[in-house]
């Protein structure tokens, strides 16, 4: 009597789990656009833009047209950051965004609707930099980090016009239209926030790419390769147990560098020897960028980070030793002022 017992009970079970999981099927969203919307965080939207390749033709459209504009040269290098060594569009992005917060909180009160305007036309102003800064930026990423950058692009353009059109409705008399356009505008920015703050911190974007090296200071000099495996004049990769090394001999002198491209991980040792104001230099074969073989010192970005840079010497038995780089004096005084 117990065995029919136990199946009655495993079959009523069976047929509640199967009666709940036909309810939760109905009440679930059906299509691609519903399971977007019902996406539980927010990155999985983000990273559903990384995947969309509906936004491949205007990436490519609008990305010609700011290499064309922005050639590679001083003026360039400034809207990158190289001459502050970080990137510039994250420390200008923030004006525009606290000028526009500050005007929608202080839109709440009375008595403040010229603070509030004011706010609003110096976060307009603040958005042109910002925004040709981040266009260079964003010029020089990969597809998918693209896809994800035109967005937030997209998104910050939108909230820019609604503070715009906030200003005008306050200059002819109509606050209260200013007030919800601005509302609205900030609603729209922080979401073009979130999409930048994904770009730069879950794609890296900005970031230094590059592996770290100050852990083997400490640890004195290591035997990289015999001087008479390197190519003289030729770019080499080699390895230092994990970390890949980009090596250029000439005659018995070896520059090192760490073979990762600080901007975005790019192989050096695939890049090409230039000169730039009487240095030797290596360009990066993915996006240009142009460190200074003897110390890593970026040239031209889009990097705006130095490059790894390591001492070396040959030893008595004709290996090359390497070492990281000490920090020359001067530099030293820099950082420290």
């Not at 977007?36 to 490519?60: G, K, N, Q, T």
Request: some cysteine; proline content about 7%; glycine content about 12%.
């Amino acid at each position: 009597m117990r065995q029919p017992h136990g199946r009655l009970v495993r079959r009523d079970a069976g047929r509640r789990a199967a009666t709940q999981e036909r309810r939760e099927t109905k009440r679930r969203p059906k299509g691609p656009v519903f399971a977007a919307l019902s996406a539980s965080r927010p990155a999985a939207l983000a990273e559903r833009i990384e995947r969309a390749p509906v936004l491949d033709r205007p990436v490519r459209a609008l990305s010609g047209t700011v290499v064309r504009a922005l050639p590679p040269g001083p003026r360039t290098d400034v809207l990158h950051g190289v001459p502050f060594g970080q990137p510039a569009h994250p420390a200008l992005v923030r004006m525009p965004l606290g000028c526009w917060t500050s005007a929608v909180l202080l839109d709440l009160f009375r008595g403040t609707e010229r603070a509030s305007g004011t706010l609003v036309a110096v976060g307009l102003a603040a958005a042109m930099p910002s925004a040709a800064t981040g266009l260079a930026d964003w010029s020089a990423l990969h597809r998918h980090q693209q896809r994800v950058g035109l967005v937030h692009a997209v998104s910050q353009a939108g909230a820019a016009t609604l503070f715009g059109v906030s200003l005008l409705a306050r200059l002819t008399g109509r606050p209260g239209n200013g007030k919800i356009l601005s509302a609205g505008g900030l609603a729209v920015a922080t979401v073009g926030a979130y999409l930048g703050g994904h770009l730069a911190l879950r794609l890296g974007a900005g970031a230094s790419h590059a592996e770290p090296i100050g852990h083997l200071a400490a640890l004195g000099w290591h035997d990289l390769c015999p001087l008479d495996d390197l190519p003289d004049g030729q770019l080499a990769r080699r390895q230092l147990g994990y970390l890949s090394l980009l090596a250029l001999r000439q005659g018995q002198a070896v520059h090192v560098l760490s073979d990762h491209c600080a901007h975005l991980g790019g192989p050096l040792h695939q890049g090409r020897v230039i000169t730039v104001r009487e240095a030797d230099c290596v360009t990066c074969p993915w996006h240009g960028s142009t460190f200074r073989l003897s110390d890593g010192a970026v040239m031209h970005g889009p990097a705006t980070a130095r490059q790894p840079a390591f001492e070396s010497r040959i030893s008595d038995v004709g290996w090359v030793q390497v070492r990281p780089a000490r920090a020359s004096r001067a530099a030293r005084r820099r950082a420290a002022g």
